[in-house]
């Protein structure tokens, strides 16, 4: 076989494997899935069908005044913490302005992980700055789960997406059905997110013992659910609802998802609102977390600023850790006098592993900064003592921490000696 034949051959076997590649990458046909028996029965309980290129869905839709009270507040209020974050110009994981578009955002699910978990309720609330509106599109079936997805339109606009536990939980879940999805549909964008749940732990630690949504709606938000399900019986309505073909259980289901939406949007005005709050309408946990979370935030001025107010108009039963956080901020601008009072007024309430902490700072202070070595040596002795009574280490632990606080102490008994 000469050369040029032989490249022929070559050439023909590329094009014929060509051929192949393309073949294998052409999307696969869709099979466009029948409508539910029950779809005369679902809408007579007043949910609309929609239809699309991949299948059925059905659609419920509510509209809400701008007036509208939930809770303590009135759904305008939004506007009202959207501006404080606008105008602050604060980096914070709260902070919008008037050009993002927020969609507050909840799922129910039938089930909490695995590929056969499937999304059968996607809710969404947002305005048009003259009224908010609830979108709730739902699962006719596991067999129309693209025709739902596609319906969304998160695979065509870019918006702020506000949820509770939605970083962790919704969006993950919403993820990994899209890619089961996606030999069909659109990609899904990626899209801001705010989880409020985060936020909320941050705000309540030490306050709330626990942070499920209906507490902080009770605690917090002055809302209380009549005739509401447990969430977990939502996966078992909704697949009931698809097995019998009824739906009046599962309008239960979207008034739990309803009630939901609505608190995030309370949720996010209250929170903005204590976070730019000066009456201490609150407690005194609560505005110390506050201004921790500034702190953390490199947002120093401001925290720092909380964390006084803090000091200032709550008992000094209620203040220790306020005093602590605020000492370590006074000693980083070099303001060394008022950190020691602050670190002593924090001794008084501040558990054991804080006060070792602050013992440590105020033996530091007075060795380094304030040259006052017999009181560094005082602070040091408290501190060895509480080492011993600390319950929760070990005696290696003890060891090793007691052995590097005694050579501070005859670093210190070595510069008094000198000095006398």
């Given at each position: 076989?000469?050369?040029?034949?032989?490249?022929?051959?070559?050439?023909?076997?590329?094009?014929?494997?060509?051929?192949?590649?393309?073949?294998?990458?052409?999307?696969?046909?869709?099979?466009?899935?029948?409508q539910?028996?029950?779809?005369?029965?679902?809408?007579?309980?007043?949910l609309?069908?929609?239809?699309?290129?991949?299948?059925?869905?059905?659609?419920?839709?509510?509209?809400?005044?701008?007036?509208?009270?939930?809770?303590?507040?009135?759904?305008?209020?939004?506007?009202?913490?959207?501006?404080?974050?606008?105008?602050?110009?604060?980096?914070?994981?709260?902070?919008?302005?008037?050009?993002?578009?927020?969609?507050?955002?909840?799922?129910?699910?039938?089930?909490?992980?695995?590929?056969?978990?499937?999304?059968?309720?996607?809710?969404?609330?947002?305005?048009?700055?003259?009224?908010?509106?609830?979108?709730?599109?739902?699962?006719?079936?596991?067999?129309?789960?693209?025709?739902?997805?596609f319906?969304?339109?998160?695979?065509?606009?870019?918006?702020?997406?506000?949820?509770?536990?939605?970083?962790?939980?919704?969006?993950?879940?919403?993820?990994?059905?899209?890619t089961?999805n996606?030999?069909?549909?659109?990609?899904?964008?990626?899209?801001?997110?705010?989880?409020?749940?985060?936020?909320?732990?941050?705000l309540?630690k030490?306050?709330?013992?626990?942070m499920?949504?209906?507490?902080?709606?009770?605690?917090k938000?002055?809302?209380?659910?009549?005739?509401?399900?447990?969430?977990?019986?939502?996966?078992?309505?909704?697949?009931?609802?698809?097995?019998?073909?009824?739906?009046?259980?599962?309008?239960?289901?979207?008034?739990?998802?309803?009630?939901?939406?609505?608190?995030?949007?309370?949720?996010?005005?209250?929170?903005?609102?204590?976070?730019?709050?000066?009456?201490?309408?609150?407690s005194?946990?609560?505005?110390?977390?506050?201004?921790?979370?500034?702190?953390?935030?490199?947002?120093?001025?401001?925290?720092?600023?909380?964390?006084?107010?803090?000091?200032?108009?709550?008992?000094?039963?209620?203040?220790?850790?306020?005093?602590?956080?605020?000492?370590?901020?006074q000693?980083?601008?070099?303001?060394?006098?008022?950190?020691?009072?602050?670190?002593?007024?924090?001794?008084?309430?501040?558990?054991i592993?804080?006060?070792?902490?602050?013992?440590?700072?105020?033996?530091?202070?007075?060795?380094?900064?304030?040259?006052?070595?017999?009181?560094?040596?005082?602070?040091?002795q408290?501190?060895?003592?509480?080492?011993?009574?600390?319950?929760?280490?070990s005696?290696?632990?003890?060891?090793?921490?007691?052995?590097?606080?005694?050579k501070?102490?005859?670093?210190?008994?070595?510069?008094?000696?000198?000095?006398?």
């Amino acid at each position: 076989m000469d050369a040029v034949s032989y490249e022929n051959k070559i050439l023909q076997m590329k094009k014929m494997l060509g051929k192949k590649t393309e073949t294998q990458q052409e999307k696969p046909v869709f099979q466009k899935p029948d409508q539910p028996t029950y779809t005369e029965d679902w809408q007579r309980a007043g949910l609309t069908l929609v239809e699309n290129d991949f299948g059925v869905l059905f659609k419920r839709v509510v509209t809400y005044p701008l007036h509208y009270k939930h809770g303590h507040y009135e759904l305008r209020e939004l506007f009202d913490a959207i501006q404080l974050w606008e105008e602050s110009g604060k980096e914070h994981p709260y902070a919008v302005t008037f050009n993002d578009t927020l969609v507050f955002f909840d799922t129910e699910t039938t089930g909490l992980k695995g590929v056969g978990t499937h999304i059968f309720l996607l809710g969404f609330l947002e305005t048009d700055e003259e009224q908010f509106t609830l979108t709730q599109y739902i699962l006719a079936d596991p067999s129309n789960e693209a025709a739902l997805l596609f319906e969304s339109k998160l695979w065509q606009r870019a918006v702020t997406i506000v949820s509770y536990n939605g970083k962790s939980f919704d969006w993950p879940q919403l993820e990994t059905r899209w890619t089961l999805n996606q030999a069909h549909i659109p990609r899904l964008r990626s899209q801001k997110q705010i989880d409020l749940l985060h936020s909320t732990k941050r705000l309540w630690k030490n306050d709330l013992e626990k942070m499920k949504l209906t507490t902080i709606e009770q605690e917090k938000l002055g809302f209380h659910r009549q005739g509401d399900i447990p969430g977990f019986l939502a996966p078992v309505i909704y697949l009931d609802a698809v097995k019998s073909g009824q739906p009046d259980t599962l309008l239960k289901v979207l008034h739990h998802n309803e009630w939901d939406l609505l608190s995030l949007i309370t949720l996010y005005i209250h929170s903005t609102r204590l976070l730019f709050n000066e009456q201490m309408q609150d407690s005194a946990t609560t505005y110390t977390n506050i201004g921790k979370w500034f702190n953390d935030l490199k947002l120093k001025d401001t925290g720092m600023d909380v964390l006084s107010a803090v000091t200032e108009n709550f008992d000094i039963a209620e203040t220790g850790l306020a005093h602590y956080y605020l000492a370590f901020e006074q000693k980083r601008a070099a303001q060394f006098e008022q950190a020691a009072k602050s670190f002593s007024n924090a001794l008084r309430t501040i558990d054991i592993p804080y006060k070792i902490k602050a013992y440590e700072q105020l033996a530091i202070i007075a060795e380094h900064h304030l040259k006052d070595y017999e009181e560094a040596i005082t602070y040091t002795q408290s501190g060895i003592v509480l080492i011993e009574e600390h319950e929760k280490w070990s005696a290696s632990q003890k060891n090793k921490q007691t052995s590097i606080w005694e050579k501070r102490l005859h670093r210190l008994t070595i510069k008094v000696m000198k000095n006398k």
